[in-house]
């Protein structure tokens, strides 16, 4: 039997090339898992039928004497990257017989590694919302509490791995959609530097802001990942090479700013307070110097990220129109099967975002809504650029409270302010993380009284820093008592 729960991704790659067990063994053993789980916690739309006939190539190669990090190790991919031949959904009704008819770049990397497909995760429907709970097939549930949200849009993603359904996942992260739900189950997620990774095959949402982020059991793992998904890409032209950003170095005594009118907002849970005001202290021991910093504007963040974000999405998925693939409805005119098709085929929250998008769009409401969210996003940019001279770090909670409880949360915007913290990130570009801080203990469980929720704790560095990340990432995780 392999022990999936203290399995890593570096210690299965140790274990296949001193060939401890084989790559279909373990493939096996993710099947036999995903087989036992899926049904109650709705992590997978679908696991694919060749799994293990992809191990069983990895085996040969690595009887090959071949090996890189990823060779036989068993993945989990969000519904909304291409690999060619598999149906692609985007957890929506209106791609839900979609099939690929080619491979994301990340996809072509993973493959050229050897990974591991395993199949392809629920988020909600195309990338919107924190909760998966807009998915077009079910909501994802929270492994450490079933009553409760598994976070999104990545939910599945997330899920597989906080759930030893998988050792790594991608998901994308275009407002926290990688972060926020690792947060809420327990494990590290990322969003890279904005072009460190190419986003050719990955449904577009807001493309000045979507990054494909890898999810992991730790931060060692979720570095194997990023390292092998990045790199500039001739079929993205937003993508960048090592040398478009300056590179930074850690300051001699490694600073980490604290935007604290931020953390100690209205809203911000208390104990998600004291459980980041515990990590700091945690961390100041281990002579990090902690700093208060100010950024201006960063209150509106959340706001130009609801226009912004909307805009393009409605821009994006202006090409599915039920004409030329994904579900087509019927209609006696032409106008009659677009609206149907769009009508039924998109979920409520795709459709509300779609109406803002095009109003702020629209002439005569442009320069009052995205031509402002626009300028503030800039004057954003320079903010943070100017934070970074002075601190390495810029540190906040990852989330403002503990995952909620499915069906909650009824109006939209309440869950938009579970965004709070880490949206600011996609609009600015720079790279984020999130680890595990601890739990929290949640009141009112009678069912599981004595329950704990996790937290996650959010780190930002300059654009093209990832490197720096990995590093206070491994300091923070090195601070045992987090999990307690
Ligand atoms: N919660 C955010 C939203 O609904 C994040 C989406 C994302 O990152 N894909 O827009």
């Not at 274990?15 to 084989?22: G, R």
């Not at 407002?175 to 189950?185: D, I, K, L, T």
């Not at 194997?224 to 937003?238: K, V």
């Not at 087509?328 to 459709?351: C, H, L, Q």
């Amino acid at each position: 039997m392999i022990d999936l729960k203290n399995l890593t991704i570096k210690k299965a790659r140790q274990a296949l090339d001193a060939k401890e067990f084989s790559a279909v063994e373990l493939a096996q053993a993710y099947l036999d898992e995903i087989n036992s789980k899926n049904k109650e916690l709705n992590v997978y739309l679908e696991v694919f039928d060749d799994v293990l006939e992809q191990a069983k190539s990895a085996d040969e190669r690595i009887a090959k004497g071949e090996s890189s990090p990823l060779l036989g190790i068993p993945l989990a991919i969000k519904d909304n990257i291409l690999i060619c031949g598999k149906t692609f959904s985007s957890a929506s009704i209106i791609l839900q017989n979609y099939v690929a008819s080619y491979d994301a770049t990340v996809i072509v990397k993973l493959k050229k590694q050897g990974a591991i497909f395993l199949g392809r995760t629920n988020m909600d429907d195309s990338a919107m919302g924190g909760s998966t709970e807009n998915s077009a097939y079910g909501v994802t549930k929270n492994p450490h509490d079933t009553s409760r949200v598994a976070g999104g849009s990545s939910g599945g993603s997330i899920v597989a791995v906080a759930s030893d359904m998988a050792l790594g996942a991608l998901g994308s992260d275009t407002g926290g959609s990688v972060r926020e739900p690792a947060a809420f189950c327990g494990i590290v997620g990322m969003k890279p530097t904005y072009g460190r990774v190419s986003r050719y095959g990955l449904m577009a949402l807001g493309s000045s802001l979507d990054c494909i982020g890898p999810a992991a059991k730790n931060v060692e793992d979720t570095e194997i990942i990023l390292n092998a998904i990045s790199g500039s890409d001739i079929l993205d032209s937003t993508t960048i090479t090592d040398t478009t950003y300056p590179k930074v170095s850690m300051k001699k005594e490694i600073t980490i700013g604290v935007p604290w009118d931020l953390v100690n907002a209205k809203g911000v849970d208390e104990k998600v307070k004291e459980n980041f005001k515990y990590s700091m202290e945690k961390l100041q021991s281990l002579g990090c110097k902690v700093v208060d910093i100010s950024i201006k504007n960063i209150d509106m963040a959340l706001a130009v990220y609801y226009i912004i974000m909307p805009a393009e999405a409605s821009t994006n998925l202006s090409r599915i129109d039920g004409m030329r693939y994904g579900y087509s409805a019927d209609g006696k005119t032409f106008w009659d099967v677009y609206k149907n098709s769009r009508g039924k085929g998109f979920g409520k929250e795709v459709r509300r975002r779609i109406l803002i998008g095009t109003y702020v769009l629209s002439a005569g409401y442009y320069d009052a809504y995205y031509g402002k969210a626009q300028k503030i996003r800039a004057m954003l940019k320079q903010e943070f650029a100017k934070a970074f001279e002075a601190v390495d770090f810029i540190a906040t909670p990852t989330i403002p409270f503990v995952a909620w409880k499915i069906g909650e949360k009824t109006d939209p915007l309440s869950m938009y302010l579970a965004d709070i913290f880490t949206i600011t990130a996609n609009i600015v570009g720079v790279p984020a993380i999130s680890i595990p801080s601890g739990f929290s203990e949640v009141e009112g469980l009678p069912a599981q009284a004595g329950k704990k929720l996790p937290l996650g704790i959010q780190f930002m560095a300059s654009h093209g820093a990832e490197e720096m990340l990995f590093e206070i990432g491994k300091k923070f995780e090195s601070i045992k008592d987090n999990q307690e």
